[in-house]
Nanobody
Framework: QVQLVESGGGLVQPGGSLRLSCAAS????????MRWYRQAPGKERDLVAR???????YYADPVKGRFTISRDNAKNTVYLQMNSLKAEDTAVYYC???????????????WGQGTQVTVSS
């Protein structure tokens, strides 16, 4: 009953920018952490950034100073602004959201379908 739809990926040259979006819909009560992961071919899926309900953000070392995570609680959406992109940023990017759909219900996490980001000249 909860769906996450990602958008914003694509092909970009080194030094360019992209903005990823992940919108949640369905049976949503309270959204807690919102996160972005990425997975490059042959590598593990790694956490890129996360943002708490009150807006505290955290970043993996390779993206610090270049990426910014933000959220719009009214739109149930998390964003990842990616600047100064490098070839090493090439990966499939996944959003992950922790949701409590009912006041007394359990928390569950949901994954987006993934969006490809390719940085190449």
């Amino acid at each position: 009953q909860v769906q996450l739809v990602e958008s914003g990926g694509g092909l970009v040259q080194p030094g360019g920018s992209l903005r990823l979006s992940c919108a949640a819909s369905g049976s949503i009560g309270r959204i807690n952490d919102m996160r972005w992961y990425r997975q490059a071919p042959g590598k593990e899926r790694d956490l890129v950034a996360r943002i708490t309900r009150i807006g505290n953000s955290y970043y993996a070392d390779p993206v610090k100073g270049r990426f910014t995570i933000s959220r719009d609680n009214a739109k149930n959406t998390v964003y990842l602004q990616m600047n100064s992109l490098k070839a090493e940023d090439t990966a499939v990017y996944y959003c992950n959201v922790l949701i409590q759909s009912a006041l007394l219900g359990p928390e569950r996490d949901y994954w987006g379908q993934g969006t490809q980001v390719t940085v190449s000249s």
